[in-house]
């Protein structure tokens, strides 16, 4: 058995998520199975059903005290994300969700009726994604925490990694981002001027709505995929927004072996996303850049094949470059007309905001 | 939003474990998709591939502090475990394990080292049943937990599921029973006796290491299944042990219509569990009725086809009969001779042993 002294023992925190998965890959090894097409290297991992049909299977936890905080989370809400956040990752290979199981953590102050409601919302997502919940299990635990697998289906031709980004191709983004953030900004605010009881605090959340709907029910983009399935089209790259663009275009360089020039400009930005961040004194682009969870899309594509879809879906944000020294892998050309290079978790030689914890 | 008022509020002890499958299975309706052969019924789900496969999908979490204590279930045999105990549901269903995900809940007192040792678990339980992990994620969490996904194939006509037993069908199960629960009363025993630091306890494990191992590193059964495909035989019904003998033989009655005849003398049962129950003061029938975590299977066949296989493998321990009134579903006729209704958690009329909590 391995010696537990902590003094000898190396901290999760020096390695972070991404050097976890990577020690998970090197301690499991690469599948040797041939009818695996993809492992741990994608949002989903993909495997041959037969010649022509794969299957996509991925796993998400929603935990208590992490990525939720049952004051203001409504457990019909909760059920509805934690689904979502999967299908998310199928969407993201351009594949269709099938099936689902559920594996519920329950802590003692949970009541039937609560657990009731974490349903009726993973059965609306059900709904809403045209899947079915086959299985699951439910534990006694000390949190609150949804694990969550969903196995979607495609044809095998038309899975779409992150690895496929071409130089010249047009890095897009789907709907508007920063906006989950800014609804997390807003709901952290009234739950602490509730807890102080501020006097002068009236928590109308109207001018908030839907930011605040951003953060606690995010659709997947499954519409979306059907669409460029129906006008036979599909990126070169493909993946979802889970811990912000910047960090997501991060990953498809660094699958892909290129670059990218994004502009500040183009970013898509609802109002009410800009309104919040005003409101908080904060710079809406580093929402838009790093604040995550908004479960949007991001996909390279070369510019003549972008008229085959719906212009109101997307707008281009960039476009893919060779790649550059690793420091300078991203840029940004700043609303100002700067161009600064961008890391994964915030900007380089920019001394202004401090990308947000979420 | 629901009302938070635990005054009105059913609390989860009410309906017990089997009552949130129940109310899972109610809220999210049964599976209307044609691809879906069972859902929320089984030890997994099941669903066609093509025309001649189908892929089960089972999932299921080990959680600290409900399912191990950390201070004396290594890493390495938690993530072997994790693993196993899933594998064992595919097994139940007749099926062999390919693909798996995992996400693993991390609390701060969990360094990368111990990390890297249940990935090490995880891998010889990869190997041990050649599949392969193919996905997961991290999490911070306030206690370990590895919630684990597998997904199994199988050729559709070899499924075996809970509800085939027929009257007049032997009930049978694979190796021996009630040595998990030995195991965990020695290790629970010897934490205690450690903490206590009493002067005349000296920790010699030996005499019961089978009982320690089988509760720590409990196997999966595939190689049997293996060898009934190989024999070109498969059972009427079958399901595997986590709850405990009695628990799976009511619900294969349960899901059958049927009803059952055990015979305690009967039961398979490891000397060494014998000598930790004579040790303990206990009836080692309980151990072996109620203890669960056997991961055994049970299975119900005609007496003619038993003769295809191994009689080493397997032990015949009862009958199905015809459905008797609901409490005598199941009886069992003791070493003494009488002939006594078992409960899924207990005898009935029968005053002498309490069934154990694990």
């Given at each position: 058995m391995e010696s537990q002294n902590p003094s000898q023992q190396t901290a999760l925190a020096e390695i972070g998520e991404f050097g976890l998965i990577a020690l998970m890959r090197d301690t499991l090894g690469e599948p040797t199975d041939d009818s695996i097409v993809s492992g741990i290297a994608d949002d989903a991992a993909v495997y041959r059903v037969d010649d022509d049909r794969v299957h996509v299977l991925t796993t998400d936890t929603l935990v208590e005290g992490v990525h939720f905080d049952r004051a203001f989370m409504p457990l019909e809400h909760l059920g509805f994300k934690a689904l979502s956040v999967n299908v998310s990752d199928v969407v993201a290979m351009n594949a269709t969700p099938r099936y689902a199981t559920v594996s519920l953590g329950i802590p003692q102050n949970i009541s039937v009726e609560m657990v009731t409601t974490i349903y009726e919302g993973l059965k609306q997502a059900c709904d809403a994604y045209d899947m079915h919940i086959v299985g699951g299990d439910t534990n006694a635990a000390h949190g609150l925490s949804l694990s969550v697998s969903v196995v979607g289906a495609a044809d095998a031709n038309n899975v779409v990694y992150r690895r496929g980004a071409q130089v010249g191709d047009?890095?897009?983004?789907?709907?508007?981002?920063?906006?989950?953030y800014a609804g997390l900004k807003v709901l952290l605010r009234n739950r602490e001027r509730l807890q102080e009881q501020e006097e002068d605090f009236e928590p109308n959340l109207d001018p908030f709505s839907y930011v605040i709907r951003r953060h606690l029910a995010p659709p997947a983009q499954?519409?979306?995929?059907?669409?460029?399935?129906?006008?036979?089209?599909?990126?070169?790259?493909?993946?979802?927004?889970?811990?912000?663009?910047?960090?997501?275009?991060?990953?498809?360089?660094?699958?892909?072996?290129?670059g990218a020039?994004?502009?500040?400009?183009a970013l898509p930005i609802d109002p009410e996303t800009r309104n919040t961040a005003t409101e908080f004194g904060e710079d809406v682009t580093v929402y838009a850049l790093?604040?995550?969870?908004?479960?949007?899309?991001?996909?390279t594509m070369p510019e003549d094949e972008l008229d085959a879809l719906d212009p109101q879906t997307f707008s281009v944000v960039g476009e893919v470059v060779a790649r550059?020294?690793?420091?300078?892998?991203v840029m940004i050309q700043r609303a100002h007309g700067e161009n600064v290079p961008l890391q994964?978790?915030?900007?380089?030689?920019?001394?202004?905001?401090t990308p947000p914890q979420s």
């Open positions: 047009k890095i897009c983004v789907t709907g508007d981002i920063g906006s989950s499954l519409k979306l995929i059907r669409e460029w399935a129906d006008a036979d089209v599909q990126p070169h790259a493909l993946i979802d927004i889970s811990d912000g663009l910047s960090a997501e275009v991060h990953h498809i360089c660094e699958a892909s072996g290129v020039q994004l502009y500040e400009p790093f604040g995550g969870e908004d479960y949007e899309l991001v996909f550059e020294e690793d420091d300078e892998q994964p978790g915030g900007f380089d030689h920019f001394d202004d905001p």
